[in-house]
């Protein structure tokens, strides 16, 4: 299953490579249009955005059931029962998942290794959502999915981590003094713990913590955070992991413009 994904992903990026290389001058004139679509497809850091934005309105209007609609196709998590905290919490959580998922990683391998990196990247990020979404990762051919994928995913990981320390320092009513200091327990866990232990603490939160999987199995964690923060996360919190996340927009495109500038 593994090698027809990325058999297929491999086609993507050699039809990827060949528009761009076309010398027929038609070709040449509309190969950018490709090129964007193929683009649009691949990249989106909006989606991660507008789960913030729309989530946080609802639940400040207490429209629970049209967050946790929105919210469950993108987290394993049984929303059914959750209150707003929760379902607060799930959606910063999601959000900087998909944020790597659908934007620096795809843009990280398309910049190492054009649009072969970009396609297998995105077609093993969609196939490792759906094996979590299903609470099969550790079954059958997942095992194999699943650590193809974090592969992949681990330097584009590192870099969200070093990018989302720099944003902290420029966020409003951000603690970045006080995620740097907790740095050496975003090491303890995997790299999207890391990821969680950052933030909570950047912004004096709580994340994580035991839920039950939409399959039925309790899924134990830990929580991550200060010890003195709250579980009870309010919705207008989710304001300030949106104002991080469009830093670290803005920060990826000077890191993006400068390396096209140095290349050229």
């Keep these: 299953f593994a090698i027809v994904m990325l058999l297929f992903a ?3 990026g050699d039809f990827f490579r060949q528009v761009t290389e076309m010398q027929h001058a038609l070709m040449q004139r509309y190969a950018w249009l490709v090129i964007v679509i ?81 396609f297998c990247y995105v077609v093993l990020a969609a196939a490792y959502r759906q094996i979590i979404q299903l609470g099969a990762e550790k079954q059958g051919y997942a095992v194999t999915v699943v650590r193809l994928y ?23 009513m951000a603690l970045p003094l006080q995620a740097w200091k907790n740095r050496k327990n975003a090491g303890k866990g995997g790299l999207v713990e890391g990821l969680y232990v950052l933030v909570s ?9 035991r839920y039950r999987h939409v399959v039925g199995p309790a899924v134990e ?32 495109a000077v890191m993006v413009s400068f390396l096209i500038f140095y290349m050229k």
């Design 10 to 12: 491999y086609i993507l």
């Design 38 to 118: 193929l683009w649009m497809g691949s990249l989106n850091f909006v989606l991660p955005l507008l789960l913030l934005k729309k989530n946080m309105k609802d639940l400040s209007d207490g429209a629970l059931d049209a967050a946790r609609q929105r919210l469950q196709p993108f987290c394993p998590a049984n929303l059914v029962d959750s209150d707003m905290h929760m379902i607060a919490r799930y959606t910063v959580e999601t959000a900087l998942l998909l944020f790597v998922q659908l934007f620096v990683a795809p843009l990280f391998w398309f910049l190492l290794a054009g649009g072969y990196g970009l």
């Design 150 to 172: 974090r592969f992949f995913d681990y330097l584009p990981q590192k870099l969200m981590y070093a990018i989302s320390m720099m944003s902290l320092f420029a966020a409003p």
């Design 201 to 209: 603490h950047g912004f004096d939160f709580v994340l994580g913590g």
């Design 221 to 252: 964690r830990d929580w991550y955070g200060s010890a003195q923060a709250s579980a009870k996360m309010e919705a207008k919190t989710l304001n300030k992991v949106m104002i991080l996340l469009l830093l670290n927009v803005s920060f990826v």
